[in-house]
């Protein structure tokens, strides 16, 4: 790992974080704010071996300081050394990088926090709460789970976006962000009670801005009473 990313970076060495670094060997637009690239691995696939909803760090340059985001493998292919990446377009500095990166460019990542705990037992159905940001990692997930049938609230424009769902299995239910989530929240909090009431063995996964997830975490697990190993929580992305 480069010394230019401070104090995040020398705890990351401390935990014996892996760094890599990854290459572009091409890149498409997706829709005019959904972007896509694939990159070369650095050796890091054969070195760390994959698993469901696998992200990374990236590092960039913010006004001379170092800023780390997470991303998760797209098409992660071991043998090859290669996987996809892909950016849901806003302000900031890696949404900047991913907008003008090309064939050759790099970037240094860092490999340290990512895992998969498989439920058990096995989900008798998914419930997803999900943006483009985390899109994704909500594809790796449903892959990961199938044939469990989901029920997903999507927040935000879907529209164009790469989602990877079976129509017979996976229910849909798109929530326009309001509110700084509020909505979302609100959607949620209306429906999932009697949904989990209808399945033995429920699995709920919440992948939103850090304060939505945070909130719906809370609620499913002191309100409904969802066991922790029936739920992951993770936040994508800081509402500003």
Not at 117 to 126: A, L, M, N, Q
Not at 131 to 142: G, I, K, M, T, V
Not at 164 to 182: C, F, K, M, Q
Request: charged share 20%; aromatic share 8%.
């Amino acid at each position: 790992m480069g010394q230019g990313h401070g104090w995040e970076g020398a705890v990351l060495r401390l935990l014996r974080a892996k760094d890599f670094t990854f290459t572009v060997t091409d890149a498409e637009n997706v829709t005019g704010t959904y972007r896509r690239l694939h990159l070369t691995d650095g050796g890091m696939l054969a070195a760390t071996g994959v698993h469901p909803t696998m992200w990374v760090r990236l590092w960039f340059d913010n006004a001379g300081k170092p800023h780390q985001r997470a991303y998760t493998l797209v098409d992660p292919d071991p043998a090859a050394g290669t996987f996809s990446l892909e950016f849901a377009l806003h302000e900031g500095c890696a949404s900047d990088w991913a907008r003008t990166a090309k064939p050759g460019d790099t970037v240094e990542a860092t490999v340290h926090g990512t895992g998969f705990d498989r439920p058990g037992p096995e989900p008798s159905h998914v419930f997803a709460v999900a943006d483009p940001a985390s899109l994704p990692a909500l594809n790796s997930l449903l892959a990961a789970l199938d044939p469990a049938p989901a029920t997903i609230w999507f927040e935000g424009d879907a529209e164009g976006l790469p989602l990877h769902t079976d129509p017979s299995r996976h229910e849909i239910r798109r929530v326009p962000r309001l509110d700084s989530g509020a909505g979302l929240v609100t959607q949620v909090k209306t429906d999932l009670p009697d949904l989990l009431k209808g399945t033995p063995h429920p699995y709920v996964w919440i992948a939103c801005d850090t304060a939505t997830t945070r909130t719906l975490s809370t609620y499913v697990r002191k309100e409904l009473g969802l066991p922790k190993p029936r739920m992951h929580a993770l936040g994508y992305w800081r509402a500003t």
